[in-house]
């Protein structure tokens, strides 16, 4: 999760000898000495085939098949991983005629090809959900049909699993599911419920000093980011359930919507010490201090969720669905994920602002459908992974830096 800047609606589709360009231009005159709103391509030839496996009936050797993409992250390497939820299904005939389910954990080389694969779905929290790579190089995976988080080695070692699997804090029965406005919920110390997202703080932590918590959107069933320590330890928490947002800046700017799909569906922090939180449903990111603190919203595209819009409240599942921040130390850009209107919003991190937008629904390369997360590499190229109907991830290389020849500024975005 993280890169650049765009605006909302329309994107400027160019041929190119490897794929296509898409980005808005800006929509007002920007200085020469601000970062330049930078431009992609996608890549179509990433990642490269899939391995092939035997077919357990047939015999016959056959790809795998991812089923959804539910959460793209990079390592230090620059190494890009998947966790998918390999559910192969039938279309024009039974996939499962035609390849293998792909292991959960697929990892790449920056040239898109595999060169690990691991994971055991008895293990593995039920309906995966979003993955993130710490700064030990670690892989964390969240699952939102489940109560836990788990922390695992480079290699697909489990090393540490935060909730209990199948048990989820929503008294008084525990089941795992929307609690809505349940009293009892968002309280337990020790369980989740329905986790979508985590980050993995690499600082000290501003209370205990140590570091690596582990901040978690505990969002689909629950309503709260929850904070624990490096070892699993609660340390505190904050949210709680919104009630009607019409207004997505000024209506319960500290609480999370409360419908099922909703919120927080993630959570990432900012060189700048905050934390930056996605209300899918409400259509907003609400950033907080580390001890959770409201500090402002920022409104994506109202009425795509249920927050009403020029055009009433669509209630297609929201735009504040993931982000990611540009390279530069000040990240003066955020990229944010609006799998609602299927585009990579490129906003100005500091006026919260859409200053271009990239893609559009549809299946051809460069376009999404349920497009659901972002990642970011150390030149600046973005994975994006869609789930549902999607199911994929694609790349998209950076091509582009502020003065448009490759050439730096002294801001510090052009790698």
């Not at 669509?314 to 390279?327: H, P, Q, V, Y």
Request: glycine share 14%; hydrophobic share 35%; with cysteine.
């Amino acid at each position: 999760m993280r890169a650049s800047s765009f605006v909302y609606l329309g994107a400027a589709l160019v041929a190119t000898a490897v794929g296509l360009a898409l980005v808005t231009e800006p929509t007002k005159a920007v200085s020469p000495y601000w970062p330049k709103v930078p431009q992609f391509r996608v890549d179509s030839s990433w990642p490269k085939p899939y391995p092939l496996a035997p077919h357990p009936t047939s015999g016959r050797m056959v790809p795998w098949i991812t089923g959804e993409v539910a959460g793209t992250c990079v390592d230090s390497q620059d190494h890009v991983f998947i966790v998918t939820r390999g559910n192969i299904a039938g279309l024009s005939g039974p996939e499962d005629a035609k390849g293998v389910a792909a292991p959960p954990v697929i990892e790449f080389d920056p040239a898109g090809n595999v060169v690990a694969a691991w994971g055991n779905r008895n293990v593995l929290p039920n309906g995966i959900h979003g993955c993130f790579v710490d700064y030990q190089n670690n892989l964390w995976i969240a699952g939102n049909g489940d109560g836990i988080v788990q922390k695992y080695s480079h290699s697909g070692t489990l090393l540490l699993q935060i909730g209990t699997r199948g048990v989820c804090d929503n008294p008084p029965a525990n089941t795992c599911g929307n609690s809505g406005a349940n009293p009892l919920a968002n309280q337990s110390h020790t369980l989740l419920n329905q986790p979508a997202d985590m980050w993995v703080d690499p600082n000290p932590d501003p209370v205990t000093g140590q570091r690596g918590s582990v901040y978690i959107a505990d969002g689909y069933g629950n309503h709260r980011v929850v904070v624990f320590s490096a070892a699993g330890a609660y340390l505190r928490q904050w949210g709680g359930v919104a009630g009607t947002v019409n207004n997505p800046v000024s209506d319960y700017p500290a609480l999370f919507g409360a419908g099922d799909g909703g919120h927080p569906h993630c959570v990432v922090g900012g060189n700048d010490g905050l934390m930056y939180v996605c209300d899918r449903q409400n259509d907003r990111i609400q950033v907080f201090t580390k001890t959770g603190s409201f500090v402002r919203v920022i409104a994506v595209v109202p009425g795509t969720g249920q927050t009403q819009g020029p055009y009433g409240a669509l209630n297609i599942i929201g735009s504040a669905w993931d982000l990611d921040f540009s390279n530069d130390v000040q990240q003066t850009f955020m990229i944010e994920v609006d799998g609602g209107n299927e585009q990579l919003h490129f906003m100005d991190r500091q006026t919260g602002s859409i200053l271009a937008s990239l893609g559009q629904p549809g299946h051809e390369a460069g376009k999404f459908i349920f497009l659901h997360s972002v990642a970011k590499d150390s030149k600046g190229n973005l994975y994006t992974g869609e789930t549902i109907n999607g199911r994929r991830i694609q790349k998209f290389v950076h091509v582009e830096c502020n003065n448009g020849v490759g050439q730096g500024n002294g801001f510090g975005n052009c790698q």
